[in-house]
């Protein structure tokens, strides 16, 4: 057993220990009557003081730069700044800021290693504007693309990459940013491009060609050869034909996977929703969630950015807006949804810990919860989200024109329609309607 308090009676284990009244003693800074952390200090003097110890410097003094980062830090709640700085990565990062210069900025953390230490506390300085907000998806990726295509040995192909990357994804990634933030997958969309052209370009290179000398046999040979991943280099080559880089070949377009993954049963959709709607031993957030997945074929993308002011409650009942109008969503779902945005309870590890505008918050300070985290909380129900929302998606596309669709579930009239086409919707030639007026 191992000793983690002794008292009058002997020693005591962990759990025994915090159990025990003699385990509360008064804080010898604050007066505070609570179980001690550590030379008579409750957590709440303990954690700034650690804090500061971790940000001096060798002759103990606190650069005036780092200041507002430790303000910052120090507003975080005191248990989870203690297990934070108990690690040794954000001892590390804390002491490289101690022994820097100059201010903490986006480049300053980017310089260093990743790590989910260096995530959490730009999240803290950004949720207290020490830091400006920034897209962190497109971020990443940049910082990707730069280490990565340093990589490629040839000087002529590099550069040929570079300009492919900028000017397709780069681009219009940095377009979207302006409007809604690039979601992880956007992100990986174009590092698998990248990643093909490189590949692609390595293949012609050791059978003794190149991009500008290839031809529709070489290609297909590719194509043939790589499989399903063979799409992945499509954008590449279409841009590279359209500058002249290579001559014009034929890629066959990606495929899409819609409706391909479902529920077997006919009937496991309401088996679930049943049990969400009414086990009240699960977590409302997840019930919540897998609600809204089943029922309403929401994507987990989206459903973790879900905000709470899109929650009406009316006379008539409870709506909940998921695209260009809200939808009455009927009882007990209702009650949860209104429960969840009253009792939501942030997690944020460092800096400001509120719920901020997210029905489901996450464990950064100012952000929601990752789609990746919400998606692996639905997967320990046994609930496997894309399979759910295809299976609904289709039920629903079924019942009500495209039009309707695309207005209540925040879908495009194009994918709308194309679900309405799956499930054999006979109101399709309604729908193209609607497609068309919009484009007139």
Same mark, same amino acid.
């Given at each position: #057993?191992? !000793?983690?308090? =002794?008292?009058?009676?002997?020693? %005591?284990c962990?759990?025994?220990?915090?159990?025990h009244?003699?385990?509360?003693?008064?804080?010898?800074?604050?007066g505070?009557?609570q179980?001690?952390?550590h030379?008579?200090?409750?957590?709440?003097?303990a954690?700034?003081r650690?804090?500061?110890a971790?940000?001096?410097?060798p002759?103990?003094d606190?650069?005036?730069?780092?200041?507002? &980062?430790?303000?910052?830090?120090?507003?975080?709640?005191?248990?989870?700044l203690?297990?934070?700085?108990s690690?040794?990565?954000?001892?590390?990062?804390?002491?490289?800021?101690?022994?820097?210069?100059?201010?903490?900025?986006?480049?300053?953390?980017?310089?260093?290693p990743?790590?989910?230490?260096?995530?959490? &506390?730009?999240?803290?300085? !950004?949720?207290?504007? !020490?830091?400006?907000?920034?897209?962190?998806?497109?971020?990443?990726?940049?910082?990707? #693309?730069s280490?990565f295509?340093?990589?490629?040995?040839?000087?002529?192909?590099?550069? /040929?990459?570079?300009?492919? $990357?900028?000017?397709?994804? &780069?681009?219009?990634?940095?377009?979207r940013?302006?409007?809604?933030?690039?979601?992880?997958?956007?992100?990986?969309?174009?590092?698998?491009?990248?990643?093909?052209?490189?590949?692609?370009q =390595?293949?012609?290179?050791?059978?003794?060609?190149?991009?500008?000398?290839?031809?529709q046999?070489?290609?297909?040979?590719? &194509?043939?050869?790589?499989?399903?991943?063979?799409?992945?280099?499509?954008?590449?080559?279409?841009w590279?034909?359209?500058?002249?880089?290579?001559?014009?070949?034929?890629?066959?377009?990606?495929?899409? @996977?819609?409706?391909?993954?479902?529920? +077997?049963?006919?009937d496991?959709?309401?088996?679930?929703?049943?049990?969400?709607?009414?086990? $009240?031993?699960?977590?409302?957030?997840?019930?919540?969630?897998?609600c809204?997945?089943v029922?309403?074929?929401?994507?987990?993308?989206?459903? $973790?950015? %879900?905000t709470?002011?899109?929650?009406?409650?009316?006379?008539?009942?409870?709506?909940?807006?998921?695209?260009?109008?809200?939808?009455?969503?009927?009882?007990?779902?209702?009650? #949860? /949804?209104?429960?969840?945005?009253?009792?939501?309870?942030?997690?944020a +590890?460092?800096?400001?810990?509120?719920?901020g505008p997210?029905?489901?918050?996450?464990?950064?300070?100012?952000?929601?919860?990752?789609?990746?985290h919400?998606?692996v909380? %639905?997967?320990?129900?046994?609930i496997r989200?894309?399979?759910?929302?295809?299976?609904? /998606?289709?039920? %629903?596309?079924?019942?009500?024109?495209?039009?309707? /669709?695309?207005? !209540?579930?925040?879908? @495009?009239i194009?994918?709308?329609?194309?679900?309405?086409?799956? $499930?054999?919707?006979?109101?399709l030639?309604?729908?193209?309607?609607?497609?068309?007026?919009?484009?007139?």
């Amino acid at each position: #057993m191992r !000793v983690y308090g =002794r008292i009058d009676a002997g020693p %005591l284990c962990t759990v025994c220990y915090r159990k025990h009244p003699s385990s509360r003693r008064h804080c010898v800074q604050c007066g505070t009557h609570q179980r001690l952390h550590h030379f008579g200090l409750c957590a709440a003097c303990a954690a700034p003081r650690q804090l500061h110890a971790a940000l001096t410097n060798p002759s103990g003094d606190l650069r005036p730069e780092l200041e507002p &980062l430790f303000s910052a830090l120090a507003d975080s709640k005191a248990s989870s700044l203690l297990l934070w700085l108990s690690h040794q990565r954000p001892k590390q990062i804390l002491r490289t800021l101690a022994e820097g210069t100059g201010p903490v900025t986006h480049a300053t953390l980017d310089e260093m290693p990743e790590s989910k230490a260096v995530t959490y &506390l730009r999240a803290a300085l !950004v949720a207290t504007d !020490v830091l400006p907000a920034r897209d962190e998806q497109l971020a990443s990726l940049e910082r990707w #693309m730069s280490v990565f295509l340093q990589q490629v040995g040839d000087r002529q192909e590099r550069a /040929l990459i570079s300009r492919f $990357a900028t000017w397709v994804h &780069l681009r219009r990634l940095r377009s979207r940013a302006r409007r809604r933030p690039v979601t992880h997958g956007q992100c990986q969309t174009a590092r698998h491009d990248i990643y093909a052209a490189v590949a692609l370009q =390595r293949w012609l290179r050791q059978r003794g060609s190149s991009l500008a000398t290839c031809d529709q046999a070489q290609i297909d040979e590719w &194509l043939a050869q790589t499989g399903r991943k063979h799409t992945q280099a499509r954008s590449f080559l279409m841009w590279s034909a359209a500058r002249g880089h290579s001559p014009a070949v034929h890629v066959p377009p990606r495929g899409t @996977s819609r409706g391909t993954e479902r529920l +077997v049963e006919e009937d496991e959709r309401w088996k679930i929703s049943k049990r969400l709607l009414h086990d $009240a031993d699960l977590a409302l957030t997840d019930r919540v969630a897998g609600c809204l997945v089943v029922l309403y074929g929401q994507p987990v993308s989206r459903l $973790a950015q %879900l905000t709470t002011d899109r929650i009406f409650a009316e006379a008539g009942g409870v709506q909940l807006q998921l695209g260009s109008r809200p939808v009455e969503i009927p009882e007990p779902l209702g009650s #949860m /949804l209104l429960e969840l945005a009253r009792s939501r309870q942030p997690f944020a +590890v460092l800096g400001q810990n509120d719920q901020g505008p997210w029905l489901f918050p996450g464990g950064r300070a100012g952000q929601a919860m990752t789609a990746s985290h919400l998606t692996v909380r %639905l997967n320990r129900l046994g609930i496997r989200a894309r399979a759910s929302r295809n299976t609904a /998606l289709l039920d %629903l596309a079924a019942q009500i024109p495209a039009s309707v /669709l695309s207005d !209540v579930l925040g879908i @495009s009239i194009t994918c709308a329609v194309a679900w309405s086409h799956d $499930a054999g919707n006979t109101r399709l030639g309604y729908a193209a309607e609607v497609a068309r007026r919009k484009f007139l």
